[in-house]
């Protein structure tokens, strides 16, 4: 027996008609923009076939050098679902009071197409007659716009989505802070800021209580052999991270077969811990006797480097911080380019709080 | 009161293994809970023992099948599609199962859309119904009761409301749904009447508090993932209490709204249409659940037309309410919507043992030999302990009835009583031993052995921490050790044990062992496990007999340390 479609089914996809884009320019808070001939034009959205700013590959949410690791599904781009598909519109449409402000969809988008600004996230809906039609939704149709959208994402380019500001951050840590402790969004949002900055990442199952090691990452390209374990920690029991992630090292060095020296494990917290709190003191103890270096990255250290597309490199261990040198202001910064718009403490993204 | 039983709650995971089913067994008539088993563990959607895949299938293997953990987590996805009509039994048993009509519609669907038809089966679940044996008796389509009950109750309710609300009522009878929430309400505004009212229903039905709680986490999971809920701390319910309670969403309520307008349709009901009628009914259900939940019901218009103008007085012009899958067995559903199930065989999955095997606890023996081994007679508690023990030995008590009446007694103690009494314990034993401050960060230890060679630190838990030594004390006696040797404070070397002291061992011993193992083997570094009861027959052992215990076995100690009385 046939089983029935949806209503609201696909109608059309955006290609470019003959000319493709040449380079891509982005301020902040603005689309970007597309030199299209030799002329600078708005992006505007493709409604993509399989649309990157929505949903995750799973290639992307899956590390297979991490055989016995079993991994959550969730596919959301968005932590917190805040996009959704808009069968009338064609493109996806993102609900601004549920939005934390992240970015990811942003930065996911090939052409720049969605941005920030006045505090709202858009897409740009209006498109280009002139540079680019709707075709029907269609075999042939998602095939041509597949093949345009590989030219357009050799095109290097990077993202910039908003500039960081401390004022800005404690907008999405206050958005955090109401999420609920028990919820999947800190570790869906963590694992999908490391995937835009180029790495695979799994986390695991939500409800797993076997599983103890919140995720496992690794370099996508080939030749990048970076992999190691991550433990979340959006609390306060910091502690309790350098404790789980030599747990997670010692639990894939001996059943996994992931050599501990080979690890390259990081914690991944809402705030650096306090000096006093022992955090670092105990990572400086695991470095000295154990020749580990774990590195700390903070959610706000992620999201400024994942707003700019920076590039980093977690094999390098250049987010290592330890109690004789607290901040990774400085690996942040060269990897940005440029100095940080943060200032110091400031909710203990990049160093202790004062 | 409806027992929802505690299967996977987790929306994406129920997704995710039921396309894997599909995508395995949808060329095959039926399929059996060992099928289901080795799916979910091929595609490592479970784990046990700390493995995934292959290795958790090997490890989870046993002659009894309700230890089977993958068997156990198949069966538990089993009953979570069946509830939800996904998937129904083939037969007259439990199983093997099939695919139903729905369960192909949701396989087939993308991420965003099966959410759609997800709420729909979610407000299918009803009961009386012949697809399942149930303990309850209730006639109620409890999530739309539910959904009801909250918008009579201010859109705010608790957990346990649901458990003495729409989970204890027959829903189609207007006077008693009437009647629960005039309770409901007459509870709420004190935390003690809400106190009295649960208890009285545990009572009502001879279970522990437990149960009824328990049977709350697959309900609230189904609103959660339908988005038709969410948490919300509030102490407004019931006074003083600040409790974590749901509030309803307004997604849905605009669900309760809509369900509002449908001619629900109960089994009672059904069974009392002629056959004709029925298999009309049949169709429509089916068809109405996937045209509320989006899909294009062009191609079939023509038989909802005719099949709308058989049940016109049941319908009255309203949509129906009816899950067929949920409600009634397959082969009735399937001879009303023309479905042919080909006889072919079902898959047989052989299940081959990978070469892991789970690891038994890790024992080590601390012999006691006689020996005239000298008690610290200088240490006021260890003076006032050994004689304790001495006049409980003046009573003609044995060394185990002196361990066990000790031991009895340290069942509340707190942090403050045990961690020094386990320091004393090990005064007794000739160790020279210091209880670390409380605060202080530079001792991270509770107590540390003071050795000239060999110091050892002691995570210590208290029973009133936790009664069974976990997993976390065993991380925390590593990061003893890694400070340890960091910061020098103590002499010590690596060889030596570091300890994790509790009242009794640990209750998942296999995988404490397993975590000993991994860090031994990842570290190079021991950990020692020592229960109170273990602790005390030596201590007791070397007052009342002078024994003398082999030191180098505890200071080498991996693993449990176990003790034979002589």
Known sequence: MSLLDRNDRRKHLTVFRSIFPRDIEQTYNEPARLLLSEEWVISSCMSCDDPPCMRLSEHEIECPEFPEFSYERDFSVCPVRAIRWSYESETPEIDNRLCIGCGLCAVRCPV????????????????????????????????????????????????????????????????????????????LLVRNLLISLGYKCAISRSGDVYTRIDAVYSGKASWD???????????????????????????????????????????????????????????????????????????????????NSSIINLGKKEFYADFDHLSIRQATEFRLGRTINISEGCLGILEPKK | MIRFRNPGTQYTTQIQVFKELYKEYSDCASFSLDDMAHTIARTRLMTAYGYAGGAALALSQTENDSLNSTKMNAKM????????????????????????????????????????????????????????????????RFFKAALLTFQDMDGIMYKHELCYGPMSVDDLDAQQY?????????????????????????DSLSVKPTLPDNSTRLPIAFMKS??????????????????????????????????????????????????????????????????????????????????????????????????????????????????????????????????????DSLNKRIRLSAGNNLVHDSDEEVQSFTEKVKSLRAQNLRIVDIVQIIFDGMIAATQTRFYPFVAMLFRVLGFEVQ???????????????????????????S????????????????????????????????????????????????????????????????????????????????????????????????????VSLR
């Open chain 2, 226 to 359: 339908c988005g038709w809920v969410e948490s919300e701390r509030s102490n407004t319910l019931f006074p003083p209490k600040s409790l974590e309670c749901l509030r309803l969403t307004q997604h849905g309520n605009e669900m309760a709204e809509s369900i509002k307008m449908l001619k629900d349709l109960r089994l009672k009901e059904f069974r009392s249409y002629d056959g004709k009628v029925r298999q009309a009914l049949i169709r429509l259900g089916i068809y109405s659940m996937l045209e509320r939940a989006g899909y294009d019901t062009t191609p079939v218009q023509s038989i909802i037309w005719k099949d709308t103008a058989t049940c016109e007085e049941i319908l009255n012009s309203k949509k129906l309410l009816f899950s067929p899958y949920q409600t009634i067995r397959v082969d009735e559903v399937d001879a009303a919507m023309g479905i042919v199930r080909e006889s072919t065989s079902s898959r047989s999955t052989n299940v081959s043992l990978a070469g892991i095997q789970r690891t």
């Open chain 2, 463 to 562: 029973p009133t921490e936790e009664q069974h030594i976990s997993l976390k004390a065993i991380r925390q006696a590593l990061e003893n050790k890694v400070i340890l040797l960091s910061r020098n404070t103590h002499p010590t070397t690596p060889e030596t044990t570091s300890l994790a002291v509790g009242y009794y061992l640990p209750n998942d011993r296999a995988e404490v062992t397993n975590l000993i193992l991994d860090f031994k083997k990842a570290y190079g570094f021991s950990i020692g496990v020592i229960d109170l009861s273990t602790l005390l027959k030596i201590a007791v052992s070397v007052i009342v007999d002078g024994s003398s215990f082999d030191r180098q076995a505890l200071i080498r100690l991996e693993g449990f340390a176990r």
């Open chain 2, 178 to 202: 009437k009647r629960m929430i005039t309770r409901l309400k007459s509870i709420r505004g004190s935390y003690a009447r809400y106190q009295k009212a649960y208890k009285e229903l545990c």
């Open chain 1, 112 to 187: 720049g197409a969605i941005y920030r600004k006045d505090n709202h996230m858009g897409v740009v809906r209006r498109r280009s007659e002139q540079y680019t039609v709707r075709i029907p939704y269609t075999r042939s149709g998602v095939e041509k716009q597949r093949g345009q959208l590989t030219i357009v994402n050799k095109i290097a380019w990077k993202h910039r989505f908003q500039k960081e500001s401390d004022q800005i951050m404690r907008k999405i840590y206050h958005a955090l802070s109401n999420v609920d402790g028990r919820s999947m969004i800190p570790n």
């Open chain 2, 77 to 140: 996805y089993a009953e979570v599609f069946r509830l939800l009509g996904w998937v129904s039994s083939v037969g007259s048993g439990s199983y093997p199962l099939c695919f139903t009509y729905i369960g192909y519609h949701v396989a087939n669907a993308d991420d965003e859309e099966v959410r759609s038809l997800y709420e729909q089966c979610v407000i299918g679940i009803n009961n009386p119904q012949e697809i399942m044996d149930v303990l309850y008796t209730e006639e109620v």
């Open chain 1, 225 to 307: 052999k970076t992999l190691g374990a991550i433990e979340i920690e959006f609390g306060r029991d910091t502690l309790d991270a350098s404790r789980s992630i030599l747990d997670d090292i010692a639990v894939l060095h001996s059943r996994s077969n992931i050599d501990k020296d080979r690890n390259c494990a990081m914690v991944v917290c809402l705030s650096f811990p306090n000096k006093r709190q022992g955090y670092f003191q105990v990572i400086k103890d695991i470095k000295n006797v154990l020749g580990l270096e774990i590195q700390t990255l903070s959610l706000g250290a992620l999201l400024i480097l994942t707003w």
């Open chain 2, 435 to 461: 209880v670390s401050r409380p605060g202080d960060n530079g001792a991270r230890w509770d107590a540390i052995i003071i050795d000239e060679i060999n110091s050892i630190p002691i995570e210590i838990k």
